[in-house]
């Protein structure tokens, strides 16, 4: 079955990079697109950014240049590095296939930003 | 970027009640609406497409509607299982834009 579980550091510095990975089962990612999806405690969601079947990424202009989105198609999965880091980047990060009428989503990843 | 206001910020309803969520949007967005539901500690859930489709498994006292601007989900009957927080998504724009979000809550 369909399936995406993001990893990564639970704890980065400011300043510093964030880089998670996403790796799906289940699907090609040759066939299907890979969003990335924020969400800051108790608040709303994010769209960050996507991964295309093609290869091809389309970024949300909020995160200006400090956004990358790149692949490994060999291994199913998808990676987002985000550097510069601040606090306000704390939150939890989904990667999510968002199909109709069947929309699939990782458990999320818990990131907290503090020295 | 697209502006979507979502009202209320929260509610409270009973159970068996109709409940009614609302998203309006900065821009037109067609049919380029989705609503998702989230419980704590999980990952949201689409529940509409395409501003009136049910996504897959979702019940059907579960609905969508635009008029103009405005998109709408309807609960025909609320459920002890609905209480969640409701996000609106619009995808007709990059970058993709969600809604504040709704809480609904059982009175």
């Known amino acids: 079955q369909v399936q995406l579980k993001e990893s990564g550091p639970g704890l980065v510095q400011p300043s510093q990079t964030l880089s998670l990975t996403c790796t799906v089962s289940?699907?090609?990612?040759?066939?299907?697109?890979v969003h990335w999806v924020r969400q800051h405690s108790g608040k709303s969601l994010e769209w960050m950014g996507r991964?295309?079947?093609?290869?091809?990424?389309s970024y949300n202009s909020a995160f200006t240049s400090r956004l990358s989105i790149s692949r490994d198609t060999s291994k199913s999965q998808v990676f987002l590095k985000m550097n510069s880091l601040q606090t306000e980047d704390t939150g939890t990060y989904y990667c999510?296939?968002?199909?109709?009428?069947?929309?699939?989503w990782g458990q999320g990843v818990m990131v907290t930003v503090s020295s | 970027d697209i502006q979507m206001t979502q009202s209320p910020s929260s509610m409270s309803a009973s159970l068996g009640d109709r409940v009614t969520i609302t998203c309006r949007a900065s821009?037109?967005?067609?049919?380029?609406l989705s609503w998702f539901q989230q419980k704590p500690g999980k990952s949201p859930r689409r529940m509409i497409y395409?501003?009136?489709n049910l996504a897959a498994g979702v019940p059907s006292r579960f609905s969508g509607s635009r008029s103009g601007s405005d998109y709408s989900l309807t609960i025909s009957s609320l459920e002890s299982e609905d209480m969640a927080i409701y996000y609106c998504?619009?995808?007709?724009?990059?970058?993709?834009?969600f809604g504040a979000g709704t809480k609904l809550e059982l009175k």
């Open positions: 999510a296939r968002l199909t109709t009428p069947f929309d699939y």
């Open positions: 289940g699907f090609s990612l040759t066939s299907y697109s």
């Open positions: 991964m295309w079947s093609d290869g091809d990424t």
């Open positions: 821009q037109d967005i067609g049919n380029y």
């Open positions: 395409g501003a009136t």
């Open positions: 998504l619009q995808s007709i724009q990059y970058p993709y834009t």
